[in-house]
C-alpha cells in the first residue's frame, strides 16, 4: 500500500553499515534474506506487487533464490484472486448506493476529482464506490498511467512459474480473508485510506518510479522510513494492513521454515520492516537471518549476517 505521509526525517546509519552496502546502484537480489532453518535454508523476498512493463526478466538473484526454492509462499492464492466467483461478491461489497460524494467531504471530494483529472480518468469513476475501493482504484490508475502493471508484477510471475514448473503452492491468508481486509473495513477506517492515498505531503516514495528504484537499488532503509512514518500517520491503518497482519501469518511462517522443503517466501517489502516486520518476528523466535547478495561477475553469493539488527529489533520499544 501506498500512503503519501510527511517527509523523511529518518536518516538511518543501517542503510550504509548493514542493510543496504551497495544501495546506490542496482542489485541483483533486491529485498532478498537467507533464513536458516533446522532442516533447510530458505529465502524471503520482499516484493513490489506491480513493475514497469519495461522489466520482463526479473533480477539474477530473484531468479537463482527461485530455482533454489522447491516450493512458494505467498500473501494469498493469487490464481483465486482472478477468479469470478471471488471478484463479484467483492465488487458488491464496494458498491454503495448512496454514492461517494455523500459520503466523503466536500474539500476529499475535491481532491480526488483533481487527481483523476491528472490521471485523465472520468471524474465520476468513484461515484458508485464506497472510499476504500476508490483508494485502491486510485493506486491501480496511478501505477498503470506511470507504465506499470500487475502482469509484470514478481507475486505474478513467481506464482505463474510455480504452477507451470510443478513447485508447491501455499499462502498465509485465504482469497476472503485477503480481500475482507478492505471490504469488512469500518466505515471511519474506509475514509482514512481514501484520505491517506489523496494526501499531499509528498515523501521519497510519492511515485511509482521512486518506489520501483528504491526496490531494485535495494534501500531498505527508506522502505523501513516510510512504514514507521505510516504507523505514527495512520496507526490503525497500519496495524490492520501490516503489523496484525504479521502477527497472524508467523504461525504458518515458522512450520514452513522449520520442514525440509526450501521455501521461497514472497511477501510485500512493507512486512519486512519495523519491530512489527517479519525479519524482527523471526529474529525474535530464533531463527538466523543473512542477507542474499549476488556480486557482479562472480558465482559465489556474498551473505552478511544480522545478529545484531535483530537484537537491537527484539529489544526496541514498541
Known sequence: ???????????SSLCASLLCPWAGADTDAPFTWEVKGPKATHYLVGSVHLLPQSENVLPKGLE???????????????GALEQQQVQIPFLQAAHTEKGLKSLISPPLHAKLVRRLRKLGVDTGVCEPFKPWFCSLALEILTYRDAGFSGEDGIDEKFYKSAISDGKSVRWFESPAEH??????????????????????????????????????????????????????????LYERLLAERNRHWMPKLKQALDGAEVQLIVVGAAHLAGPDGLIARLGQSGYRLQRYITLPGEQIQARRSLPDLIRVRATAPR
Open 1 to 11: 500500500m501506498r500512503a503519501h505521509l510527511a517527509r523523511f526525517a529518518l536518516a
Open 64 to 78: 537463482d533464490v527461485y530455482d533454489s526454492a522447491e516450493g512458494l509462499m505467498f500473501e494469498t492464492d493469487i
Open 179 to 236: 480481500l475482507g481486509l478492505f471490504a469488512d473495513m469500518s466505515d471511519a477506517m474506509s475514509l482514512r485510506l481514501l484520505e491517506s492515498a489523496l494526501d499531499d505531503t509528498a515523501t521519497q516514495l510519492d511515485e511509482p518510479k521512486q518506489v520501483y528504484r528504491t526496490w531494485r537499488k535495494d534501500d531498505f532503509a527508506v522502505i523501513e522510513s516510510v512504514t514507521a512514518q505510516l504507523k505514527t500517520a495512520y496507526p490503525d
